[in-house]
Structure formats: structure tokens, C-alpha cells
């Protein structure tokens, strides 16, 4: 049985960091695809960044570049994301999500994925 577990969550103020994790269980990272995803109220749940399953350099949405560092621990079976400079904006539920994926062009649609976690709330006040 595959589960994904998010901790990290929280309230910070702006400008402040954040580290989330996603622990692992069910599978390992090779054949798997990671990403982390976030979804505000009344919004769309959208792509954050991603992880190809052979590793390399993490893929981002425009919204986290420069900001928001991914990264993953074989050993411990956990992905995290690192989330710097926080705003306001980036206060929403965010899930990791895992999947074999075909092609690196999926890697950003969330339909791609077949496992999920149940989220960690992140909240930024200014």
C-alpha cells in the first residue's frame, strides 16, 4: 500500500521560510515520478515543481523559481521543498504526488499522478 505523508506546514509571516517533507512509503523513487502541488480556496490546484524519477534538476512553476528548492532523500524515502521568501499568495494546501510518468511533458499535470498525500495547510500573513 502506497502512502505519502506531508509535515512542514504552518503559519509564517511574509518573507519568512518553510520547509515541507514527504515521507514515503509503498514505493521508492526509482520508476516514480515526485511533485508537489497546491491548491488555494477557490482556485484550481496547480503545479508547484517536480522531480523526474532518475533525478537531476527539479522542474518549477514560474510562481516558485528562484524561491522554492526541491529536493529528495533516497535513504529516508522523502521528498521536501524548501520555500523561501514566502508571500501571501503561496498560501494554500499543498500535496505531493507520485506516479511513473511516460514523458517529462506530463510531469506538470497533476491527472498524471496516481498517488497523493492529504496536504499540509501553508499560511502566509503579511
Known amino acids: 500500500q502506497v502512502q505519502l505523508v506531508e509535515f512542514g506546514g504552518g503559519l509564517v509571516q511574509a518573507g519568512d521560510s518553510l520547509r515541507l517533507s514527504c515521507a514515503v512509503s509503498g514505493h521508492t523513487f526509482s520508476s516514480y515520478t515526485m511533485a508537489w502541488f497546491r491548491q488555494a480556496p477557490g482556485k484550481e490546484r496547480e503545479f508547484v515543481a517536480g522531480?523526474?524519477?532518475?533525478?537531476?534538476?527539479?522542474y518549477y512553476a514560474d510562481s516558485a523559481k528562484g524561491r522554492f528548492t526541491m529536493s529528495r532523500d533516497k535513504a529516508k524515502n522523502t521528498v521536501f521543498l524548501l520555500m523561501n521568501s514566502l508571500k501571501v499568495g503561496d498560501t494554500a494546501v499543498y500535496c505531493c504526488?507520485?506516479?511513473?510518468?511516460?514523458?517529462?511533458?506530463?510531469?506538470?499535470?497533476?491527472?498524471?499522478?496516481?498517488?497523493w498525500g492529504q496536504g499540509t495547510q501553508v499560511t502566509v500573513s503579511s
Open positions: 504526488a507520485s506516479a511513473v510518468i511516460g514523458t517529462i511533458a506530463t510531469i506538470y499535470t497533476g491527472e498524471s499522478y496516481k498517488y
Open positions: 522531480l523526474w524519477w532518475s533525478g537531476g534538476t527539479p
